[in-house]
Structures are given as C-alpha cells and as structure tokens.
C-alpha cells in the first residue's frame, strides 16, 4: 500500500485551561489514501470542524502529529507552513468568498498571494471557472450568484494551486437537496480527473453515502468508528454510528410487544432483489414490513428492514429459513411471541 497522504496520530486539541478547558479533540488516529475521499462526520460539538482545521494547522494540535504528503506540519516555520497549505485549500459553508472582487478576481487572489505573474493567474483563472462550469461568470461578483454557483467559484479557487488534498468544511450544509447533489456529483468529477484527495467533513450521512470510500465518525472529540462506508452502513458497532446510521432509531415502538419480530440486516447484496415478494411467491409466508431503514449505494443494498413474522410456528421457522438462505443478509430475533 502507498504512503498515506495524510497521517494523523494521536491527536488531541484542547481549547483553555485548569477547570475551563475544553477538550475539543482526544487521542485521534487516521490515515487518508492519495486519491480518495474520505469522510468525518459527526454530530454537532462533534468536534469535526476542529479537527480539519488541524490538518492544515489553522489550528495547532495541543499533542500529536499531522503528516500532510510526507511533511510533519507541526514541526513546519511559518514560511514553510504558507508553502504546505497550497498542497491543502479548503472549502468552507459560508464559501468566504471576496464580496469586492469578481469571480475571476477571486480565483486569482490564491495565485496573486503566491507570486503568479497575472497573464498567468487569469488564464488558469479561466481554465478553473470552465473546469466548475461557470465559464461566462468570470466578471460577475459573487452577490449576483446563486449558493451553488458561489460554492463552485470557491471550489475553482480552492484548486488555484494545484493541491493535492481539498478540505471540505460542511460545504454542502447551506444548499438545497438538487444543488448540494451537484457540487458532490463536482467533487467526484475533481477527484477522478485531477487525482486530487478529497476529506469531507459533514454532519449529513446521505453526504457520507453519496461520494466517500471510507470514514470516521466523531463522537465527544474522539474516533467512535472508522473503516468502509458499506461495511458501516451495513453493521454500525457503536452508539454513535447507529445514531447516524439510523437516525430515527433501530427499532420502533411495536403495536405487539409479544409479537415475534425479526431484523434484516442488507449487507451489500443487489438493490434489484425483492427479498418480501420473493418470500411471498416462493414460499407462501407472508410477513408485515414494521419499518425499514434501507438504501441502494452503486446497485447495492445496505440497511435494515423489521419484519414481524406469522404466528404459526412453521410459517415463521419457513421464513426464516428462507431469508436466512440469502446472500448478503443477516438475520437476528427483536421479539418473541408468546
């Protein structure tokens, strides 16, 4: 396996002293691969705005180390440190946009900062507002654009020095459902054609799903869970990843509390595969959906679905057996009759 791009080992941020510190960020480990997109999220007071801020050291890590492309960042003067951070832009939810200046303008500041002759600054300026899409909003300001379009010019300037991780700071958390899906369907297109690495930092699981790899959910500053978006999706192991996972709880409240209740769990078997009508028409049982929390990630289905079963005890030791046949899903009893 190649190096990471970003190591972050045993991490901790705390913000005060004595009685009145708050600590932000406990013990964090995780690695980033060169190329992927990689997710953080977390509730509010998570700690996750934090700790990408200490990736580009906005913020200074009270302990531990952020490697960055091979650079100790901590370690770094200020001079080298200005140097590293056109290897780490960032994209923000309010996109911190340069009211006075056009879009043009605005995508050149980072390479006007950086010394770039200004023939030079302007005409990779308008190669960016093409690569966003925005190609006839270059003497435009960003008061006359929509929130999208503000949070690509913003992407085009975040890309202005050619970095190779973009950070992504809930940047998708003040638009609409149709424009948030554009600007991750963006970053996708970004990450595969300009190999950049992407780290998103969101508090909506429906980001996560959409374009991440891998993730780590935050929980009180610390790493509550991390590793492969469907192996989580698929079987959260903590209270914080199923509060996320599940956000309007695992198991509902049952009209029966005697009824005998069985959860499916779809581990990343085809979306395509009526699993209830099957049941039905192969084996004759039918069961009643109680509630289901699924969802189809690239034709595959994570999630999990209750089911309450016949009372006939041959009926449900047939579905059971039936479901229990399947690839890709796993079955565990809630509930017992009787």
Not at 51 to 67: A, I, K, Q, W
Not at 300 to 329: C, F, W
Request: charged residues 20%; aromatic residues 4%.
């Amino acid at each position: 396996m190649s190096q990471p791009i970003i190591q972050v080992s045993h991490l901790s941020k705390t913000f005060g002293a004595g009685d009145g510190a708050v600590h932000a960020l406990q013990d964090i480990s995780l690695s980033v691969e060169q190329g992927e997109i990689y997710g953080i999220i977390g509730l509010s007071g998570a700690g996750k705005s934090t700790l990408v801020r200490c990736l580009n050291l906005l913020e200074r890590p009270t302990e531990g180390s952020v490697v960055v492309d091979g650079k100790e960042m901590t370690q770094l003067s200020e001079k080298e440190l200005r140097l590293a951070r056109r290897n780490v832009t960032m994209i923000f939810q309010s996109f911190n946009l340069l009211m006075q200046r056009t879009c043009l303008k605005n995508i050149c500041f980072p390479m006007e900062i950086s010394g770039v002759p200004r023939a030079k600054a302007e005409q990779r300026a308008k190669e960016l507002l093409g690569i966003v899409g925005l190609a006839d909003k270059a003497e435009a300001y960003p008061a006359q654009l929509s929130g999208g379009q503000k949070q690509r010019i913003a992407i085009a300037r975040a890309l202005a020095t050619d970095p190779k991780v973009l950070l992504c700071d809930e940047a998708t958390s003040a638009l609409d459902p149709t424009t948030t899906a554009s600007i991750l369907s963006l970053l996708k297109e970004l990450n595969h054609k300009l190999g950049v690495t992407v780290v998103v930092i969101t508090h909506q699981m429906s980001v996560i799903e959409e374009i991440c790899t891998r993730v780590a959910i935050l929980d009180g500053g610390r790493i509550a869970e991390e590793g492969k978006v469907e192996d989580i999706f698929a079987n959260p192991a903590t209270d914080a990843a199923r509060r996320l996972v599940y956000p309007g709880g695992v198991v509902p409240q049952l009209m029966d509390p005697k009824a005998r209740v069985i959860r499916i769990a779809f581990n990343g078997g085809t979306s395509y595969h009526p699993l209830i009508a099957s049941l039905a028409i192969d084996c004759g049982v039918k069961a009643n959906i109680l509630g289901a929390d699924t969802r189809n990630i690239d034709g595959k289905a994570y999630g999990t679905m209750l089911l309450g079963l016949p009372e006939d005890e041959n009926e449900a030791a047939k579905a059971l057996a039936y479901i229990r046949s399947q690839h890709n899903v796993t079955v565990e009893e809630v509930g017992d009759h009787g």
